[in-house]
């Protein structure tokens, strides 16, 4: 079992940045593949980001692309997402999943492990 806890969430202006982070409680995460996801109120939830297990492969939704970066530190068993030039249409909860392999993904049911969430909240 791995739990998964996110932190950095909070109520940013328009144009503003944070950084998320998601800690694992096992070394398991080293080897697999990390995701963020978001729900906005009234919507279905969406993929944000993934990272592969070495690093080394990333992809983003559209929309992000350019002002969110992924990245991980496997010697904490951290994962992180920069989000500069935040719209309010970013707003959402932000969650941090865990896949079981190592390749990149997209997919909801592609992870096996989900934190809580974090809300993320820009003001116009």
């Known amino acids: 079992q791995v739990q998964l806890v996110e932190s950095g969430g909070g109520l940013v202006q328009a144009g503003g940045s944070l950084r998320l982070s998601c800690a694992a409680s096992?070394?398991?995460?080293?080897?697999?593949?990390m995701g963020w996801f978001r729900q906005a109120p009234g919507k279905e939830r969406e993929f944000v980001a993934t990272?592969?297990?070495?690093?080394?492969?990333?992809y983003y939704l559209d929309s992000v692309k350019g002002r969110f970066t992924i990245s991980r530190d496997n010697a904490n068993n951290t994962v992180y997402l920069q989000m500069n030039s935040l719209k309010p249409e970013d707003t959402a909860v932000y969650y941090c999943?865990?896949?079981?392999?190592?390749?990149?993904?997209?997919?909801?049911?592609?992870?096996?492990?989900w934190g809580q969430g974090t809300q993320v909240t820009v003001s116009s």
């Open positions: 096992r070394r398991t995460i080293s080897t697999a593949a």
């Open positions: 990272i592969s297990g070495s690093g080394g492969s990333t």
């Open positions: 999943a865990c896949a079981s392999g190592p390749g990149i993904r997209i997919r909801e049911v592609q992870y096996d492990y």
